[in-house]
Nanobody, 123 residues
Framework: QVQLVESGGGLVQAGGSLRLSCAAS????????MGWFRQAPGKGRELVAA????????YYVDSVKGRFTISRDNAKNTVALQTDSLKAEDTAVYYC????????????????WGQGTQVTVSS
């Protein structure tokens, strides 16, 4: 079993930054790929960024490339999403997900989910 808890969301002006954090517990964390997802009102859940089990490989959806950075600290069992140059369209609930595999496969959903943290960007 893997437990995930997100934090770091909040209100920010367009052009600002937030650092989201996902604290994970469970014996498979260091071997699992991790992802950040978001869901805006009336829209489906979208994969934003993912990172492989070792942190060697990353994935970003085109709309956030150059603005968001995913990272992990396996010693602390955390995964972060640094969000810079935020836009109003980034407003969503952001979720952390943990996969059963160590490599990034964007088409496969995570096995475990956190509860989400709200990010609101005002224009």
């Amino acid at each position: 079993q893997v437990q995930l808890v997100e934090s770091g969301g909040g209100l920010v002006q367009a052009g600002g930054s937030l650092r989201l954090s996902c604290a994970a517990s469970g014996r498979t964390f260091t071997h699992s790929a991790m992802g950040w997802f978001r869901q805006a009102p009336g829209k489906g859940r979208e994969l934003v960024a993912a990172i492989s089990g070792t942190g060697s490989n990353t994935y970003y959806v085109d709309s956030v490339k150059g603005r968001f950075t995913i990272s992990r600290d396996n010693a602390k069992n955390t995964v972060a999403l640094q969000t810079d140059s935020l836009k109003a369209e980034d407003t969503a609930v952001y979720y952390c997900g943990s996969y059963e595999i160590s490599m990034i496969v964007p088409s496969i959903p995570p096995k475990y989910w956190g509860q989400g943290t709200q990010v609101t960007v005002s224009s």
